[in-house]
């Protein structure tokens, strides 16, 4: 009876031990199905988009067929949209008057850095994004969107510089090489009293606005002496040429149209204008040289971008990063030239047909390689421009001389830098 009983309490164990086996096995069960239970539901989100006006509107603008194709390439998102005005020239003063409230992304120009860096309004590219921002740009593009620190704060889509229009039954493609040829030959319009143009002269003899890459605060403005003052010569002698003018009023554009003016120094936003007063007569070119000293010396715009930048305090940095990686890519800035005549910053679309097609493309480009400098996005730059602007109307008014060139050049120099102040 004992091995009986024994026997049974061993049986009555085993079935006990499967038991057990199979009913710890139905929870995994459960838990694989409930793994792999349909596709996961899009993240709702809100991304406010601020943009200038005539980007946006109906179906038919840049903006709006871009967040509809942005929407269909991230089906992982399900985005309500808020849109603003604003454009690139006021971003500045909108983001910073409270960044928290600011948009997801906005457009700025890139000479607002500076403040958007002290605000702490605008995010840093990293990763692949980063990536994308230095395949796409030339250098010199993707300078114009780095702080002191070394790293990128936006994504460009567009230069924001100056070059020359001129009248080709005027001037040969010989002629406009040197500025001193023109004037010879015909009448000239320059923004003399505008610091954003009166730079290029100082700087093609040697003049440095904080450091070499622009971003040495510590550098300082140094126009050069001895040759700042000869380059203070030359504009003397300049304004006092019959065939010079100073931009006053759209006073060069009339000129262009009525053909008392050669040419002009001006930017893209002015293409349509200028091609209605020249029509087949429109010439766009890079910058020409003058003659100091019996040398030749390269006169240099400003190159700046216009770029998107990701707010700071996003609440949705990934999805925000996307999308202005994706309304500055190839596609996207294609697109904005074909709809607004927004010349692109991307390398690659300098060799598409319809942009090398384009004259005023053509010039800014060559402008952008050639003739320019990256202007200062450093907060410390804005002790540049009032200065500048009264030395520039000091020489277009003939109060500058030759015979006290030196001497106003040395107020100029020390104004800059706060010693004149």
Not at 16 to 39: I, M, R, V, W, Y
Not at 178 to 190: E, H, P, Q
Not at 289 to 296: M, V
């Amino acid at each position: 009876m004992k091995k009986i009983v024994a026997l049974l309490l061993a049986c009555m164990m085993i079935i006990g031990l499967f038991a057990g086996c199979a009913s710890n096995d139905k929870p995994n069960e459960t838990a694989k199905q409930d793994s792999t239970d349909g596709p996961k539901e899009p993240e709702a989100i809100t991304l406010t988009v601020w943009a200038p006006q005539e980007d946006q509107g109906d179906d038919s603008k840049w903006l709006n067929q871009m967040l509809k194709k942005f929407e269909e390439a991230h089906p992982e998102y399900k985005i309500t949209w808020n849109l603003g005005v604003c454009s690139e020239a006021d971003a500045k003063d909108k983001v910073t008057a409270d960044v928290s409230a600011a948009a997801d992304v906005f457009m700025y120009a890139n000479d607002q850095l500076g403040a958007l860096m002290q605000a702490e309004a605008v995010a840093k590219v990293g990763g692949t994004f980063l990536e994308q921002v230095k395949k796409d740009n030339s250098e010199t593009f993707v300078n114009t969107v780095t702080y002191t620190d070394g790293a990128v704060y936006g994504f460009p889509y567009t230069a924001n510089t100056w070059f020359m229009y001129y009248n080709k039954s005027i001037f040969t493609e010989e002629d406009i090489k040197s500025l001193d040829t023109m004037l010879s030959k015909g009448k000239v319009v320059f923004p003399l009293t505008n610091g954003w143009y009166l730079a290029s002269m100082y700087v093609a003899n040697g003049a440095t606005l904080f450091g070499e890459k622009g971003i040495d605060a510590a550098a300082g403005i140094q126009l050069g002496g001895d040759k700042a003052t000869e380059v203070t010569k030359y504009l003397v002698n300049m304004a006092a040429n019959p065939n010079f003018a100073n931009e006053d009023s759209g006073n060069g554009l009339a000129g262009l149209k009525d053909g008392s003016v050669g040419a002009i120094f001006d930017g893209s936003w002015n293409a349509e204008k200028v091609k209605e007063a020249l029509g087949d007569n429109m010439g766009v070119a890079q910058l020409p040289c003058i003659t100091i000293n019996g040398e030749q010396k390269q006169m240099r715009s400003f190159a700046g971008s216009k770029a998107f930048g990701v707010n700071k305090q996003s609440k949705h940095q990934k999805a925000a990063m996307q999308l202005a990686a994706f309304l500055s890519s190839e596609e996207a800035q294609l697109l904005h030239f074909e709809l607004r005549g927004v010349i692109p910053a991307a390398s690659n679309l300098a060799k598409n047909e319809k942009v090398a097609k384009d004259l005023v493309a053509v010039g800014e480009s060559l402008t952008m390689q050639n003739t320019a400098i990256v202007q200062p996005t450093i907060p410390e730059m804005g002790a540049y421009w009032a200065p500048a602007e009264t030395m520039g109307k000091a020489i277009n008014s003939k109060q500058v001389t030759l015979d006290n060139a030196a001497e106003q050049t040395q107020i100029f120099q020390d104004s800059l830098n706060g010693t004149g102040l």
